[in-house]
């Protein structure tokens, strides 16, 4: 579950989050991966706004299989090349029984793309909020920044950070991202 800490940085996102981050329009949706922590974030943001948190598990965390409840030393100790690849070369990255981060990917950035129609097909703009986790934030980013899945780890992503990307119906439109890793919620440590 969210720790203290992690209650008091999603409460701290939700006082302002239209204000802060959307320059006080209003959001229309919000989504959340169905892993409990993200999910008790979403949900912490959403009830001040009065919206409903649509689950979705595109956005659940990379599938580690075998690693799965394991510490990083017992990671190391069983799967020394697997481990160093995760940071390494996560483009080479092969769990066993779990995801790769192209799946992890192609997984999220599904899920975006059904929203994407969704909400782009009404013709006007909308402002739609996705909660999820570390590593598919990090693949989604290096998607829309067409960058490869080898430089993932170069994007920092702090708990309860936003990210903004701008999504056009226009044909040929590129997303745009207008912010990374937006902390001006929190208070400073």
């Excluded at 959403?46 to 948190?53: D, I, S, T």
């Excluded at 992890?104 to 009404?122: F, M, N, P, S, W």
């Excluded at 990210?163 to 990374?180: K, W």
Aim: charged share 20%; glycine share 8%; aromatic share 8%.
């Amino acid at each position: 579950p969210l720790t203290a800490r992690g209650i008091e940085q999603a409460k701290a996102l939700a006082a302002n989050f239209e204000q802060t981050y959307l320059g006080g329009k209003k959001l229309d949706a919000i989504y959340s991966s169905d892993l409990q922590r993200a999910r008790r974030t979403a949900e912490l943001v959403a009830e001040p706004l009065g919206l409903p948190v649509e689950i979705d598990p595109d956005f659940r965390e990379l599938s580690f299989g075998d690693w799965e409840g394991l510490t990083h030393a017992q990671i190391a100790a069983g799967w020394e090349e697997g481990i160093k690849n995760f940071f390494q070369h996560p483009d080479l990255l092969n769990i066993p029984h779990g995801e790769t981060f192209q799946q992890l990917q192609d997984r999220a950035v599904r899920g975006i793309r059904r929203i994407e129609a969704q909400y782009l097909a009404k013709g006007e703009e909308h402002y739609v909020a996705v909660f999820c986790h570390g590593a598919v934030l990090r693949a989604m980013l290096a998607y829309f920044l067409g960058m490869p899945l080898a430089n993932v780890w170069r994007v920092r992503q702090f708990n309860t950070a936003v990210n903004i990307v701008r999504l056009e119906a226009e044909a040929g439109a590129v997303p745009g991202i207008e912010l990374m890793n937006g902390t001006m919620h929190l208070p400073p440590e």
